[in-house]
């Protein structure tokens, strides 16, 4: 198959488009990108990368950090983490708190906010603070992706703490339920940390391959998590990756994903690669515009699905 015709291909039809979504503005720091911006990279189980556009281009990861959060949370407290986060799909915005007071406190799943801040503060609880916390975060990332000069940006993190209103809210609404162990600055400031950091869509195809292959790191052997795990953080990222979204991305990509408002995407095609599509302007649901359509066209182009 011929990936970088494909990426090519895919990258023209959707930079022709008129409609590019709109750059999600909650902040000044993400409000000021350049909506022209697209770039898509795969990485193969030997390393192989095939990237086009502005692949080298670093972004605000955002909520594609709550992939790798889980997966640091789910190493270590295993099915208890199950507890204090479901994993049911939630049908309404990342940031919403009706159903979070209707649920006692439980949030659906760790991909919308509120289960992502629930799964922080018990990498809180693990590491004792903020700085440990964050290291470690810093530290896995830098693992999977194979690159140590991943770091995030100062400057996202104190906007989003300006502006971070709804989060606050959501954990001081777990901390009314018992469900939350630390102090609520140190979970938000934790959380705005890691969604703050920058990649770019070659590093964040690279970090996916873990979980394209059953928690083993195809390029060095190294294991991450179990085989069983790897399988139940893919699931979570089909039904539950794309917010309110999930099920139209299931239905037109047909692969497992996560977004964040930087408008970035990762996906996995289980036992072939990883894959990363970045374009700023998002639409309704808060994902990428051009990300999503550029998903869509590969998987239709490529075949490749897990249906
Ligand atoms: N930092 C953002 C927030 O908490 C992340 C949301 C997202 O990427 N969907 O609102």
Redesign the pocket.
């Known amino acids: 198959m011929n990936y970088q015709l494909i990426l090519d291909e895919v990258a023209e039809e959707v930079m022709s488009l008129k409609n590019k979504g709109k750059v999600a503005n909650?902040i000044p720091a993400l409000e000021n990108v350049d909506i022209e911006q697209f770039g898509m990279s795969i990485t193969l189980f030997d390393g192989t990368e095939y990237s086009t556009g502005n692949a080298n281009t670093l972004f605000s990861i955002?909520?594609?950090s709550k992939v790798f959060t889980f997966t640091m949370a789910l190493k270590l407290y295993g099915t208890d983490l199950y507890k204090r986060i479901g994993r049911e799909p939630s049908g309404n915005p990342?940031?919403s708190l009706v159903q979070l007071e209707y649920e006692q406190g439980i949030p659906r799943n760790p991909f919308i906010?509120a289960g992502a801040l629930n799964v922080t503060d018990s990498l809180l609880s693990h590491y004792h603070n903020s700085i440990n916390s964050s290291n470690a975060i810093f530290k896995f990332i830098r693992d999977i992706a194979s690159d140590n000069s991943i770091t995030y940006n100062k400057n996202v993190a104190l906007s989003?703490m300006d502006h971070?209103f709804?989060?606050i809210a959501l954990a001081n609404l777990m901390k009314s339920f018992n469900n939350l162990d630390n102090e609520v600055d140190d979970v938000v400031k934790t959380?705005?940390k890691h969604?703050a950091i920058e990649m770019n869509t070659k590093m964040l195809s690279r970090a996916m391959l873990y979980l394209a292959n059953h928690g083993v790191d195809p390029i060095n052997g190294i294991r991450y998590i179990t085989e069983e795990q790897a399988k139940r953080i893919n699931a979570v990222m089909l039904t539950c990756g794309h917010?309110d979204a999930s099920g139209d991305f299931a239905f037109h990509v047909g692969l497992p994903g996560k977004?964040?408002?930087?408008g970035g995407i990762v996906v996995v095609v289980p036992k072939k690669m990883g894959i990363s599509v970045w374009s700023p302007g998002l639409n309704s649901q808060?994902n990428s515009l051009l990300g999503t359509k550029a998903l869509e066209l590969f998987a239709k182009k490529t075949g490749l699905s897990i249906f």
Not at 259 to 262: D, E, I, K, L, N
């Open positions: 909650y955002q909520s594609i990342f940031n906010n989003e971070g709804r989060n959380y705005f969604c917010y977004s964040g408002v930087g808060g």
